[in-house]
């Protein structure tokens, strides 16, 4: 099956999530930033990508995933992006840098197909996930070098929003937690390592801990069952 058909095999008219703002219409160049699954699983036809990142947000587990990496009773926990001003009232004893950033990969969608993939998209992020666009950055650059990107995000009024979780909190249910798309660490693993492929330092502190907490956690688990 191609790309395009699978598009089409999983893109049901479902209802939009709602969006913040809309800068894009039908007919015109759309471009995707993945900040999680999309970084590594690209089910979509692209034709360009480019590797930067976005100001003034903090990429976190803070998402609960009934769908794809939990279930409806044991919800898993997915990336949302959560603005600074906003981290810093839920974690005031650990505010956020203010100069760090949050590194993704932007896709241009293959010309033609936009409407296609946005329908797509739009079920894929379906479980709390509201649309908004961003400006992306790459090292050096005066300005963005792509507008008014098409991101999705749980912002942290929607019904599957985890709340000010610990990280410890996070990692339990990361180690634990396996949906339809598989486990729920699989997720945070192949996302950690795919950053580290693309820049030295796009692995940002807070993955980096969560990552070795999972794994620790894992491997304890492993260890007990033996």
């Not at 603005?83 to 969608?109: I, L, Q």
């Not at 610990?166 to 990361?174: P, Q």
């Amino acid at each position: 099956m191609t790309v395009s058909e699978t598009v089409s095999a999983q893109s049901p008219a479902v209802a939009a999530p709602t969006a913040v703002n809309t800068p894009w219409e039908d007919g015109q160049p759309l471009w995707v930033f993945g900040y999680g699954s999309i970084i590594y699983r690209v089910d979509f036809p692209i034709e360009d990508q480019v590797f930067g990142y976005i100001h003034s947000h903090k990429r976190a587990f803070l998402q609960k995933s009934h769908d794809h990496r939990g279930t409806p009773t044991r919800p898993g926990r997915v990336c949302t992006l959560i603005p600074h001003t906003e981290w810093n009232s839920m974690f005031p004893r650990d505010p956020a840098d203010p100069d760090a950033v949050c590194w993704g990969m932007a896709y241009k969608v293959q010309s033609g197909m936009e409407q296609q993939v946005k329908q797509h998209l739009d079920f894929r992020e379906k479980d709390g996930y509201t649309e908004d666009f961003v400006d992306v950055f790459v090292e050096q650059s005066e300005g963005p070098v792509v507008q008014k990107v098409l991101v999705y995000v749980g912002v942290s009024d929607n019904p599957s929003f985890a709340g000010p979780s610990t990280l410890d909190e996070t990692a339990r249910v990361i180690a634990g937690a396996e949906g339809p798309s598989g486990t729920n660490r699989e997720y945070l693993f192949k996302l950690c390592d795919s950053l580290r492929l693309h820049h030295p330092r796009a692995l940002d502190p807070y993955l980096a801990e969560l990552e070795t907490l999972v794994r620790m956690y894992v491997a304890s688990d492993k260890h007990a069952l033996q």
